[in-house]
């Protein structure tokens, strides 16, 4: 909601959310859970896998679009992810 | 005579079996995993056992819950369908040791096929063409690349007890083959439950095709015709066509005549078939692997001979003749069978979920063999094959013909489909030629 504020206030938030941004890595379609390469507290740079999901005999890897640090990892070994869930946040 | 038989698989196969079974009056019985429950086979059966969660390792692949339904339900035979358990000697071996009728050849032959590199050796020693290749497992990275000096690159990365084209890469030179050994070994061992690795010479543009064998109770082996299965992605087939356009009468002879003596030389029973590689130019051909179980793109052999081949996989099971005249095999006309899966059609993606709506196509030389309807959940915990499209013309113009207007009208609502991929390839210059290969696909979407 940015009514009422300044370009020049804009930009200033703009500039504090990306420093403390925060990125959800979900789940794009309903998978197997087959490997979890990464771990809380790791640095990751971009490109990174996370997890490995499987869907229907095929592997597909789960990458860190961003570097930073893994905060949280939702999933584990043989899970199962519905399109929407959360599998890692990286700051 | 078997009076019933429990068809241990799932989706469009076990659909196709169970008509089979109740157009021949032999009670079926289905299985079926949580995830399953709603699909059009387990109504179609006579009675239909539960046997575990989702996952196949829990489900399809437990041979004792198998087994355990086929006690309770008083099955007299199993028929395995494809993958699952139908290339798993010892599920074969305690399927007759449990008393009951395997529909299928002798898991010695199973045995025998199942290792890559066994079969290879085999077939060599019986007179049929391979590939430079690797006559045992590779051990490791560095016995990989010494293999691969002597095959000469490029070289296929392949597990040994694979199949399905699954856990496959070529290699163009030594960096690649060194990047991709470890990869191809944990898949191996993932997948097919060994890390026994095998190099084979690679072929460029080569043609997929196989032949069709059925081995007698009298031990003669049937070569009943050539298969066509160059359009593939990730190594998958996902159209085939019946006869080869790119195999020559001469070829054809000398191709059929090598799988009857392949299969001979294990001493096959029932259905399977033997899958080579052809180099159209030079009109040679090599062994690649022999499927000893019915293969899902059977239903083209079907239409062009005229014969239900898990028919008579049923009564060669029964320890009977088959039920045509072997010598007076024709084909006739042209088939092609279009793998209709749940993927997006640019890439290919696995794309689970509700089908909303299903309305198949119909009309003359169409058959759909279905293994979803309209309100199924589409999971991800099996391959992607929705149904498959199967057409019939007089010529392979007319099979083309039918089977554009069969894509066209086949309407499939929720997950993903590759349909739109299949009016592409019927619309291209080079499938409508005939004259493709392996390479087809990459073309279609480089």
């Given at each position: 909601m940015m009514v009422g504020l300044l370009p020049g206030a804009v930009d200033r938030r703009g500039a504090e959310a990306r420093r403390l941004r925060v990125a959800e890595v979900r789940a794009e379609m309903v998978a197997n859970?087959?490997?979890?390469?990464a771990s809380e507290g790791d640095s990751v740079a971009d490109?990174?896998?996370l997890v490995v999901l499987e869907s229907m005999k095929m592997e597909i890897p789960v990458l860190a679009e961003a570097a930073g640090?893994?905060?949280?990892?939702?999933v584990a070994e043989g899970d199962v992810v519905q399109e929407g869930d959360l599998i890692a946040v990286i700051e | 005579m078997i009076d019933s038989v429990l068809v241990a698989n799932r989706g469009e196969i076990a659909r196709r079996i169970i008509r089979t079974l109740r157009r021949t009056g032999i009670r079926a019985i289905a299985v079926y995993s949580e995830a399953d429950a709603a699909l059009p086979y387990v109504r179609e059966a006579d009675e239909a056992v539960p046997i575990g969660p989702a996952p196949p390792a829990r489900s399809y692949l437990d041979a004792g819950a198998v087994l355990d339904a086929a006690r309770r339900t008083g099955a007299a035979a199993i028929h395995p369908g494809?993958?699952?358990?139908?290339?798993n000697a010892g599920f074969a071996t305690a399927v007759i040791d449990a008393g009951l009728t395997w529909v299928g050849p002798p898991p010695s032959a199973i045995e025998l096929m199942g290792d890559k590199i066994n079969a290879r050796n085999l077939m060599e020693a019986a007179g049929v063409p391979v590939a430079a290749?690797?006559?045992?497992?590779?051990?490791d990275v560095a016995a990989a690349v010494a293999e691969a000096e002597r095959i000469g690159y490029p070289v296929m990365i392949k597990a040994?007890?694979?199949?399905?084209?699954?856990g496959m890469s070529a290699a163009a030179n030594e960096a690649a083959l060194r990047a991709g050994f470890e990869t191809a070994r944990s898949r191996a061992e993932r997948f097919f439950g060994s890390a026994a690795i095998l190099l084979e010479r690679y072929i460029d543009r080569a043609r997929h095709v196989e032949v069709q064998i059925l081995g007698l109770n009298d031990s003669r082996v049937l070569a009943l015709g050539e298969r066509d299965c160059?359009?593939?992605?990730r190594h998958q087939k996902i159209a085939e066509e019946t006869p080869?356009?790119?195999?020559?009468p001469g070829l054809r002879a000398r191709m059929l005549a090598a799988a009857a003596r392949a299969g001979e030389a294990v001493g096959y029973l029932g259905a399977g078939t033997v899958e080579c590689l052809v180099d159209a130019a030079s009109q040679e051909f090599v062994f690649l692997e022999m499927n000893t179980r019915i293969q899902v793109e059977h239903p083209i052999t079907e239409m062009v001979t005229g014969i239900d081949l898990v028919e008579q996989q049923l009564l060669i099971a029964a320890g009977g003749d088959v039920s045509?005249?072997?010598?007076?095999?024709q084909p006739d006309g042209h088939a092609v069978e279009l793998r209709v899966y749940?993927?997006?059609?640019?890439?290919f993606l696995p794309s689970p979920g509700l089908i909303t709506e299903w309305e198949e196509p119909s009309g003359p030389g169409v058959r759909v063999d279905a293994g979803y309807a309209a309100g199924n959940e589409v999971t991800p915990?099996?391959?992607?094959?929705?149904a498959k499209l199967c057409v019939h013309g007089a010529s392979r113009d007319e099979a083309l013909r039918r089977a554009r207007a069969a894509v066209a009208g086949f309407r499939i609502r929720g997950p993903k489909t590759n349909l739109p991929f299949h009016a592409e390839l019927l619309d291209s210059d080079e499938f409508t030629s005939g004259r493709?290969?392996?390479s087809v696909v990459g073309r279609l979407r480089p």
């Amino acid at each position: 909601m940015m009514v009422g504020l300044l370009p020049g206030a804009v930009d200033r938030r703009g500039a504090e959310a990306r420093r403390l941004r925060v990125a959800e890595v979900r789940a794009e379609m309903v998978a197997n859970v087959w490997q979890v390469v990464a771990s809380e507290g790791d640095s990751v740079a971009d490109g990174d896998t996370l997890v490995v999901l499987e869907s229907m005999k095929m592997e597909i890897p789960v990458l860190a679009e961003a570097a930073g640090t893994v905060t949280k990892l939702a999933v584990a070994e043989g899970d199962v992810v519905q399109e929407g869930d959360l599998i890692a946040v990286i700051e | 005579m078997i009076d019933s038989v429990l068809v241990a698989n799932r989706g469009e196969i076990a659909r196709r079996i169970i008509r089979t079974l109740r157009r021949t009056g032999i009670r079926a019985i289905a299985v079926y995993s949580e995830a399953d429950a709603a699909l059009p086979y387990v109504r179609e059966a006579d009675e239909a056992v539960p046997i575990g969660p989702a996952p196949p390792a829990r489900s399809y692949l437990d041979a004792g819950a198998v087994l355990d339904a086929a006690r309770r339900t008083g099955a007299a035979a199993i028929h395995p369908g494809y993958g699952f358990l139908a290339e798993n000697a010892g599920f074969a071996t305690a399927v007759i040791d449990a008393g009951l009728t395997w529909v299928g050849p002798p898991p010695s032959a199973i045995e025998l096929m199942g290792d890559k590199i066994n079969a290879r050796n085999l077939m060599e020693a019986a007179g049929v063409p391979v590939a430079a290749g690797s006559r045992e497992p590779v051990a490791d990275v560095a016995a990989a690349v010494a293999e691969a000096e002597r095959i000469g690159y490029p070289v296929m990365i392949k597990a040994a007890a694979g199949g399905g084209g699954i856990g496959m890469s070529a290699a163009a030179n030594e960096a690649a083959l060194r990047a991709g050994f470890e990869t191809a070994r944990s898949r191996a061992e993932r997948f097919f439950g060994s890390a026994a690795i095998l190099l084979e010479r690679y072929i460029d543009r080569a043609r997929h095709v196989e032949v069709q064998i059925l081995g007698l109770n009298d031990s003669r082996v049937l070569a009943l015709g050539e298969r066509d299965c160059s359009v593939q992605r990730r190594h998958q087939k996902i159209a085939e066509e019946t006869p080869s356009p790119g195999v020559t009468p001469g070829l054809r002879a000398r191709m059929l005549a090598a799988a009857a003596r392949a299969g001979e030389a294990v001493g096959y029973l029932g259905a399977g078939t033997v899958e080579c590689l052809v180099d159209a130019a030079s009109q040679e051909f090599v062994f690649l692997e022999m499927n000893t179980r019915i293969q899902v793109e059977h239903p083209i052999t079907e239409m062009v001979t005229g014969i239900d081949l898990v028919e008579q996989q049923l009564l060669i099971a029964a320890g009977g003749d088959v039920s045509f005249a072997p010598e007076s095999v024709q084909p006739d006309g042209h088939a092609v069978e279009l793998r209709v899966y749940a993927e997006d059609p640019v890439r290919f993606l696995p794309s689970p979920g509700l089908i909303t709506e299903w309305e198949e196509p119909s009309g003359p030389g169409v058959r759909v063999d279905a293994g979803y309807a309209a309100g199924n959940e589409v999971t991800p915990f099996y391959d992607p094959l929705l149904a498959k499209l199967c057409v019939h013309g007089a010529s392979r113009d007319e099979a083309l013909r039918r089977a554009r207007a069969a894509v066209a009208g086949f309407r499939i609502r929720g997950p993903k489909t590759n349909l739109p991929f299949h009016a592409e390839l019927l619309d291209s210059d080079e499938f409508t030629s005939g004259r493709y290969d392996t390479s087809v696909v990459g073309r279609l979407r480089p």
